[in-house]
């Protein structure tokens, strides 16, 4: 990204997605932080701008929840006319976040579409929970949002049942708000059903924070209220075990295959 402005051009504007990973300062990459140092503008759902530092130049444009169409609209509209736009997304931009809504609000606009856009990625809560926890992910895995904010909640269904079924570690983003707690219970009983009661399972909250908890028990012993819209849950795979404080799921499927 350059720097050099002169000043009888216009400016040239540009929009960067980028990701500010799970909570802690360390755990922000180096291109986001230099994207931040350089923009005009700041773009994003408030709990996730309040965590970019203020300073003069700096526009930061803090809007609530659910209206990520409307915001990635007015980062376009502003890149599209010389400002330096960072749209901010919690963990990586590209994980149920604003990444996708930008690129949807492209569609159609021809005009947006010649813009200096670019992804930047970042520490996603699933693989700062998981390291956390050592390493359920150590095999083949997948992730699943529990929201039905945008899909229904058969769809959820069909795909934990799915995933589950082909022995899938499982990653559940947004597991429990107050205005749909049913969808995780439904999802728990599920799992015990088709995994049974021994399987682990991680509960990961407020990772990198000082709130930060990590639980993993079986799912015998899970509880819905284990989980709140700060907890990532990662589900292991047949194979997953302890070892001492840690959890990991083995590299090797082998024998599974064969037995
Ligand atoms: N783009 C984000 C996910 C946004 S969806 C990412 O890549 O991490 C929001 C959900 O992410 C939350 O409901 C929770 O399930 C999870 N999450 C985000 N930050 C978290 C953290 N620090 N600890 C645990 N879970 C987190």
């Known amino acids: 990204m350059s720097t050099v402005t002169n000043p009888s051009q216009p400016e040239h504007g540009w929009l960067c997605i980028a990701g500010l990973?799970?909570?802690?300062?360390?755990?922000?990459?180096?291109?986001?932080?230099?994207?931040?140092?350089?923009?005009?503008?700041?773009?994003?759902?408030?709990?996730?701008?309040?965590?970019?530092?203020?300073?003069?130049?700096?526009?930061?444009?803090?809007?609530?929840?659910?209206?990520?169409?409307?915001?990635?609209?007015?980062?376009?509209a502003l890149a599209?006319?010389?400002?330096?736009?960072?749209?901010?997304?919690?963990?990586?931009p590209g994980v149920f976040?604003?990444?996708?809504?930008?690129?949807?609000?492209l569609e159609g606009q021809p005009h947006w579409q010649e813009l200096?856009?670019?992804?930047?990625?970042?520490?996603?809560?699933?693989?700062?929970a998981a390291a956390k926890a050592g390493a359920?992910?150590?095999?083949?895995?997948?992730?699943?949002?529990?929201s039905d904010n945008l899909k229904p909640a058969s769809l959820i269904e069909a795909r934990v049942r799915a995933a589950a079924g082909a022995d899938f570690a499982m990653a559940f983003y947004n597991p429990r708000s107050a205005s749909r707690p049913?969808?995780?219970?439904?999802?728990?009983?599920?799992?015990?059903?088709?995994?049974?009661?021994?399987?682990?399972?991680?509960?990961?909250?407020?990772?990198?924070?000082?709130?930060?908890?990590?639980?993993?028990?079986?799912?015998?012993?899970?509880?819905?209220?284990?989980?709140?819209?700060r907890t990532i849950v990662i589900v292991g795979n047949a194979a997953t075990r302890q070892v001492g404080r840690f959890v990991y799921t083995p590299r090797s499927a082998l024998a599974a295959a064969s037995s």
């Open 21 to 76: 990973g799970p909570g802690d300062e360390s755990l922000v990459t180096p291109a986001v932080s230099e994207a931040l140092a350089q923009a005009t503008d700041v773009v994003g759902y408030i709990p996730y701008v309040a965590r970019v530092l203020a300073r003069p130049g700096l526009t930061l444009h803090a809007s609530d929840n659910r209206v990520e169409m409307d915001r990635a609209r007015a980062a376009l």
């Open 80 to 92: 599209a006319t010389g400002h330096k736009v960072v749209v901010v997304s919690s963990g990586d």
């Open 97 to 105: 976040a604003m990444a996708a809504a930008v690129f949807e609000a």
């Open 116 to 128: 200096d856009i670019r992804v930047l990625p970042g520490i996603t809560a699933m693989l700062a």
């Open 136 to 146: 359920p992910l150590g095999h083949d895995f997948c992730a699943i949002n529990l």
């Open 182 to 229: 049913d969808t995780f219970v439904r999802v728990l009983a599920l799992l015990l059903k088709i995994c049974g009661p021994d399987r682990l399972i991680t509960f990961a909250r407020a990772v990198s924070t000082p709130e930060e908890r990590i639980r993993t028990v079986t799912l015998a012993q899970a509880r819905p209220d284990m989980a709140d819209m």
